[in-house]
């Protein structure tokens, strides 16, 4: 079946390096839509970038992520860790125009802790 | 304010007994869902509704009944309460099954 597959557990970062969470994904669908969502600690997922265009980059609030249907890729990176980014994401994917419809099926998510 | 409203916040309950989770939306989406998020599990997906009528079920008991009374509104009853239900239960809305997702804020359920 369908799935998404990301780094498990924990990363911990220092403020002001790299940010690099992997999600790849298994699917049936023909044209699948990936999704990266945030969660704060004890907050609701909020959605964070979007993708159903292979190899063009999506930016905002400074993450970037390039969906590659060639290895079923969709990692989210950033090039400065800031304190406030610590929270858990998730790696999501849809058959958003397909018969499975707007159903997300999540990845197990990372938790990002920034420290100073 | 809120656009998504979950009731009750914070939620326990005795095994066996039957509890309603409620979920409002004032966005005027036309698409609502329950996903339920389990100690070290991921985000599940659970129902999805377009105008009121059930468009999936991925939950295989029928002890978790979706319930709509309105259109912006989709609750959630769940009976025969297990302790293996404990989680949080969000609601998400969308303007329709083509577009992005709102997520409430979610019910935590505790079962003891």
């Known amino acids: 079946g369908d799935s998404v597959t990301q780094t498990e557990g924990l990363v911990t970062l220092t403020e002001g390096l790299p940010v690099m969470l992997n999600c790849t994904y298994q699917?049936?669908?023909?044209?699948?839509?990936l999704f990266w969502y945030v969660q704060h600690l004890n907050e609701s997922p909020r959605l964070l970038l979007k993708s159903f265009t292979d190899n063009k980059r999506t930016e905002h609030q400074g993450f970037h992520a390039t969906l590659h249907k060639s290895s079923s890729s969709f990692h989210l990176q950033k090039s400065s860790a800031q304190l406030s980014d610590s929270a858990l994401y998730y790696c999501a994917l849809s058959d958003r125009y397909g018969s499975s419809g707007n159903k997300l099926i999540f990845g197990i998510g990372t938790l990002l802790s920034v420290k100073p | 304010d809120p656009k998504i409203i979950q009731k009750p916040k914070y939620l326990v309950a005795v095994t066996g007994s039957e509890k309603i989770l409620i979920c409002e939306q004032y966005?005027?989406?036309?698409?609502m869902y329950w996903y339920r998020q389990s100690a070290k599990k991921p985000l599940e997906f659970m129902f999805s509704y377009s105008y009121q009528k059930l468009m999936d079920n991925q939950t295989a008991s029928s002890r978790f009944q979706p319930q709509s009374s309105k259109k912006n509104h989709l609750d959630l009853q769940i009976t025969a309460l297990k302790p293996d239900d404990s989680a949080t239960y969000f609601c998400a809305s969308s303007q329709d099954t083509n577009s992005d997702y709102t997520f409430g804020s979610g019910t935590r359920l505790l079962v003891i």
């Open positions: 699917t049936i669908y023909s044209n699948p839509f």
């Open positions: 966005l005027g989406h036309n698409a």
